[in-house]
């Protein structure tokens, strides 16, 4: 076998031949003797030898390492210009070398795609554009199996929608209630700073039930839910792809779409105004503590300029918001669930991009909402 | 075969939590043979994989390598003789966040620092002896079930191991590629001395590769020998194994193996 390609072909053999140079090789290649040898052979390539022929026959064992050894030496020849024979290669250790024939003749290297900043922009917008036309198909198919196939008799999963509500309804009515209390505290400690300073602390109480119906309970709350049930979807759906659950729903002719993810609307759709409106009475509730303890206002003196401040309308603008929060998080965890590649560390890339673009998302709504209410309506 | 054994089993009872699934198996491992346990399905044969190559600890009985008692071992020990050993595992077992060629780099690097032009070599001399030249650089999810195992065998050989233990090795591969492991398999134990331990229960494979067969049944070694002593014997269980036999009702077999 002649592992190295010619590379001096248009000389003269008898000229190649003159120059050929023989290097015995050790009875063994370990680490040192295997740098020796590629030594040697870079050396002889380096002092013009065109050809040179590895004396094998001194080899009492090789191992693959030994052979990667061999390989190298063979590659550092070729590179400096010289072809090399393998000669005198003796029982197992020419059957080994056959056996790596195929490494000794070098598999050639990959393709590289090259692709340049249009090519990389380009392909990043056809790919945005796919995902959006798939997000939107996954939507209108969600609508479809959740507000109109189950009055076509075609069905709804009870039991699923039963325990979608516990899980993102009422086991997070804990954490929710907690962190828009302490929202509550804060804003009503900041606010009332800066009231003292013009003597109208009751407004605090006005300020806090405002801020909360409008805006600060449902933005907590659209994100603990986002980072608690969102990252939940994803993560589900994305376990179920990668180990082809999916595929077996699917396989069974039933309706993913049914099956899966039209109780997780219909339950966050459910749970998430609940969610809001437990948030917005316990940040009002931190805002009379602050208000009792510290500014000394009674009861009373508070619920009045509470009930004074509150209107229907900034009511409505947090139910509203709540509602698009809550197909923001269901969707995107739905969609960025079922479009996972790359098996179990797909997974983690799936979760991690839901609740990312869930939380963008939410904050880009918010501002359009408000922007909306604020000048519109 | 009167050389001194370089894995012994003796009495492992082994088994997860309260259920026991193997009852007082021994058995020797000879350097250079290709040892295969067969068995049913759920006979204990990936327990006794297991524990013989630490994953498991055993509930009482000795496992010795050269002598040494892997039981008693501590970490650092166990992790020594590990080095010697490379386990392929049923469906490959690959590192799915790195590629191909790092994953059977991963033990090259993790044990002895290789010098990385000599490592992408010897990484290129793995994959060509799978069949599987040039898939360096894929992500393991971009392999069918069978490149996915032979990447497992790379890897599994990728130290120069002394004993390879496989689980199912040809399970799941099409005939042409399973003889081609069984060959290579042969290959390795013929050229660099390796003692191949595997666990299947492949008829085909069996007979191509077996120097030595193991039966498994219900937790117990019920038949040694070569494949001409599995022609001569009258162990029932044996027979119908190698013949290809079904249990007369599957719920008959069902009643036999409940726990109680």
Not at chain 1, 52 to 58: E, P, R
Not at chain 1, 225 to 249: C, H, N, W
Not at chain 2, 9 to 29: I, K, P
Not at chain 2, 199 to 223: Q, Y
Request: net charge negative.
């Amino acid at each position: 076998m002649s592992p190295a390609h010619p590379t001096d072909m248009d000389q003269k053999p008898e000229a190649a031949e003159s120059r050929r140079t023989v290097i015995a090789v050790p009875d063994a290649l370990s680490d040192t003797g295997g740098a020796r040898l590629l030594e040697e052979v870079a050396g002889a390539a380096a002092s013009g030898s065109r050809a040179i022929t590895l004396d094998l026959a001194g080899l009492k064992r090789l191992d693959s390492r030994g052979g990667a050894w061999l390989i190298r030496a063979v590659r550092a020849a070729s590179a400096g210009g010289a072809r090399v024979d393998l000669a005198g290669a003796r029982g197992e250790t020419a059957e080994v070398i056959d056996l790596l024939a195929t490494s000794f003749a070098g598999s050639p290297p990959p393709p590289q795609r090259s692709t340049g900043f249009l090519d990389a922009f380009g392909n990043k917008a056809f790919a945005s554009w796919a995902e959006l036309g798939d997000a939107w198909r996954l939507t209108v198919d969600a609508v479809y199996w959740s507000f109109i196939a189950p009055f076509e008799g075609k069905g709804l999963r009870w039991k699923a929608l039963v325990t979608e509500l516990n899980d993102t309804g009422m086991r997070a009515i804990g954490i929710v209630s907690l962190l828009n209390f302490l929202l509550g505290l804060v804003i009503a400690m900041l606010s009332a700073a800066q009231a003292s300073t013009f003597g109208v602390q009751i407004y605090v109480a006005s300020l806090v039930v405002i801020g909360f119906a409008k805006e600060l309970a449902v933005i907590m709350t659209g994100i603990v839910v986002s980072a608690r049930t969102g990252s939940a979807i994803a993560a589900e759906l994305a376990t179920m792809k990668v180990y082809e659950e999916i595929d077996a729903l699917k396989g069974m002719g039933l309706s993913v779409t049914k099956f899966l993810i039209a109780p997780k609307v219909l339950a966050i759709l459910i749970s998430m105004p609940i969610l809001t409106a437990i948030g917005f009475v316990m940040g009002v509730a931190g805002g009379f503590v602050l208000n009792a303890m510290s500014l000394g206002f009674t009861f009373e003196s508070w619920w009045n300029q509470t009930l004074q401040a509150a209107t229907i309308r900034d009511l409505m603008q947090g139910g509203v918001k709540s509602v698009c929060f809550a197909v923001i998080i269901v969707m995107v965890g739905c969609h960025n669930g079922l479009r996972v590649t790359g098996g179990v560390r797909g997974v983690g890339m799936a979760t991690t991009r839901a609740v990312v673009t869930d939380i963008f998302l939410i904050i880009v709504a918010d501002l359009f909402f408000t922007t909306i209410f604020y000048y519109f309506l | 075969m009167e050389k001194k054994p370089i894995v012994e089993v003796r009495d492992l009872v082994a088994g997860y939590g309260d259920t026991l699934v193997l009852d007082r198996v021994s058995l020797d491992v000879y350097e250079g043979e290709i040892i295969v346990v067969i068995g049913g399905s759920g006979c204990g044969k990936s327990t006794l994989l297991k524990n013989m190559v630490g994953l498991l600890r055993p509930v009482s009985g000795a496992i010795r390598y050269w002598g040494k008692e892997i039981t008693f071992m501590d970490e650092d020990e166990l992790a020594r003789l590990l080095q010697q050993l490379g386990i392929a595992f049923q469906s490959g077992a690959l590192f799915n966040s790195m590629t191909v060629a790092e994953n059977i780099a991963l033990p090259m690097e993790e044990y002895g620092h290789m010098d990385p032009e000599l490592r992408d070599i010897l990484v290129g001399i793995k994959l060509d002896l799978v069949g599987l030249s040039g898939t360096g650089p894929l992500m393991p999810d971009e392999l069918s079930g069978g490149m996915k195992k032979r990447v497992g065998f790379a890897r599994a050989i990728a130290m120069d191991p002394r004993i390879v233990f496989f689980d199912e090795p040809s399970t799941s591969l099409d005939p042409i590629i399973a003889a081609g492991l069984d060959k290579l398999i042969l290959e390795m134990r013929h050229l660099l001395g390796i003692t191949v331990f595997v666990v299947t229960h492949d008829l085909g494979s069996i007979r191509m590769i077996a120097d030595r067969i193991v039966m498994l049944d219900r937790g117990r070694v019920i038949f040694t020998g070569t494949i001409a002593d599995v022609e001569k014997t009258d162990v029932p269980r044996v027979r119908q194994f190698f013949g290809r036999e079904p249990d007369k009702t599957i719920e008959a077999r069902g009643v036999e193996t409940a726990p109680g």
